[in-house]
C-alpha cells in the first residue's frame, strides 16, 4: 500500500482541524503538527492557509456523497432522505461540535477571501445540482408536487439543512434534524 503524501496528509489534517476548530482558530502550525510535518513543508506545497482551504473544501466535498444522489437505481425520495440522514448522523456521532465545513467557511471566512468564497459557491451549487436532480426525479414519478421546480426545492432543502445543523450544535441535540426530517419529507417532499 502506497504511503500517503506530505501534501495529502496536510490536506487531511487541514479539513479536520478547519472543521473541529474554524478557520481563524487554526494555524499553519496546527495544521502540520496534526499531519506530522515540519512547518517550512507547508509553503512547499501551498502558498497561504487560504490556498490550502480550498483544497480542504474540494476534498471535504468528495465526502458527501453527492454521487449517491443521481444513482437512478434507488427510488429519488429514498436517496435524499438516506443522503440526510448519513449527515444527521455524521454529526451526531460527533456529539454536535461540527456542522458543515461548507457552512462554517461560508460564515466565517467567504467575506474576507474571494476564492474561498467562490469554491463555497461551487461547493454549494454542486449540492443544490444533485439535490435538484433526485428532486426532478421525484416529480417526474409523482412522488412530489411540481409546485414549485426541482432547484429551487433543492436550494430550500439546502438551506434548512445548514440551518438545522447550526441549530443542532447550538442546542447540543438532534431535535433540529427531527424537524428538518418532519418538515422536509413530511411536508415539503410529498
Known sequence: MARASLRENLVAAA???FHAHGYAA????????????????????FQSKEALAVVALERYGATRRLESLR????APLTRLREHFEFLRDENVRADFTRGCLVGD??????????AVRATVRDSF???????????????????????LDASTLARFVLSAWEGALVCARAERSARPYEAFFTAVF???LR
Not at 27 to 34: E, F, P
Not at 128 to 147: C, H, M, P, R, S
Open 15 to 17: 479539513v479536520q482541524q
Open 26 to 45: 487554526t494555524g499553519v502550525k496546527d495544521i502540520t503538527n496534526a499531519a506530522g510535518a515540519p512547518k517550512g513543508s507547508f509553503y512547499n506545497h
Open 71 to 74: 444513482d437512478s437505481s434507488v
Open 105 to 114: 467557511l461560508a460564515v466565517e471566512v467567504a467575506d474576507h477571501s474571494d
Open 125 to 147: 451549487e454542486a449540492w443544490t445540482d444533485a439535490l435538484a436532480f433526485a428532486i426532478a426525479e421525484a416529480q417526474q414519478a409523482g412522488d412530489v408536487a411540481k409546485t
Open 186 to 188: 413530511g411536508v415539503l
